[in-house]
């Protein structure tokens, strides 16, 4: 099971937040809370930044989830001498820079990063307290809560290829869902490149003229690996390609890669990639559609 962070915020700040998650997700965005996070605090400790979700929904936007980002620093109790709660302060942004410290009597100052907007909204009754399996109440009020993550996928476990098959096996039917990505991000890039791909130089021209091609994520954003789904992490890739670089079988040099003046590309997320397609070959790591 694991665990996430449900939590409430203004609508101007989430923006905000996603609007800098866009153009620099490894940037720091503070918030406050006049409650004491404490389990939060924990649950940084134990098991890092990269593993630690926040779950936002907006203040008056009923009780569904709209925003996601990673919990990067807790900060109980904060204090107006001390350095970290100064230094993480002077990170705020437009819409709370004018707020000051609430807790003289508590409270947490905490920080996110890489936040965006979630594609489709996700409702409290999907969400479960992970205390006790107790399902999000509708009207919940609280200012915070620890959940079990309705985001998490299971990882299957890898399936070696068989070598040798002396009669054909039984058939079996099987149901399979992935989910489909065409957001705002990709369509522009694909139109950027006119839908060329990045590694191979093939376009698809389909039988109306249209070109064809498909976003890949370098760093996944499901299965625990917590990729954003920004520009930065996107490549635009022919079928072929994009088959590969799904199933592990395809190391990508920098060099190889046409990237294009205005696509905002983060080479950390090829390298992530990378370190995943080596994983593979050990058969330690079974990629997931991107």
Request: glycine share 6%.
């Amino acid at each position: 099971m694991r665990e996430a962070i449900l939590a409430k915020n203004y609508p101007q700040h989430l923006e905000a937040a996603a609007e800098i998650g866009s153009a620099d997700p490894e940037r720091l965005v503070p918030f406050q809370s006049n409650k004491r996070w404490k389990k939060a605090a924990d649950l940084l400790e134990k098991h890092g930044a990269e593993a630690v979700r926040v779950l936002f929904s907006v203040v008056g936007g009923g009780p569904v989830i709209k925003y996601q980002a990673r919990l990067e620093k807790v900060i109980l109790d904060p204090q107006e001498d001390d350095q970290r709660t100064i230094a993480l302060l002077e990170s705020q942004t437009e819409t709370t820079k004018e707020d000051k410290l609430w807790g003289a009597d508590g409270g947490t100052l905490y920080a996110v990063s890489g936040c965006f907007e979630v594609e489709s909204p996700i409702p409290y009754t999907q969400l479960r307290k992970a205390k006790d399996g107790e399902p999000i109440s509708a009207d919940f009020k609280y200012s915070y809560a620890v959940i079990v993550d309705p985001t998490e996928e299971r990882n299957e476990a890898w399936s070696p290829v068989a070598d040798d098959i002396a009669a054909p096996p039984p058939s079996v039917q099987a149901h399979v869902t992935r989910r489909v990505r065409d957001t705002a991000t990709i369509r522009r890039l694909k139109a950027l490149y006119d839908h060329q791909c990045q590694l191979c130089g093939t376009r698809l021209t389909l039988l109306d003229g249209e070109g064809y091609s498909e976003g890949h994520h370098l760093q996944p954003l499901g299965r625990g690996h917590d990729g954003p789904d920004i520009e930065a992490n996107v490549l635009v890739l022919c079928p072929n390609c994009h088959a590969l670089c799904d199933m592990g079988g395809l190391l990508i040099d920098f060099a190889q890669l046409r990237i294009e003046e205005g696509h905002a590309f983060r080479e950390k997320y090829l390298d992530y990639h990378n370190k995943l397609v080596e994983l593979a070959k050990t058969k330690r790591y079974c990629p997931p559609p991107s």
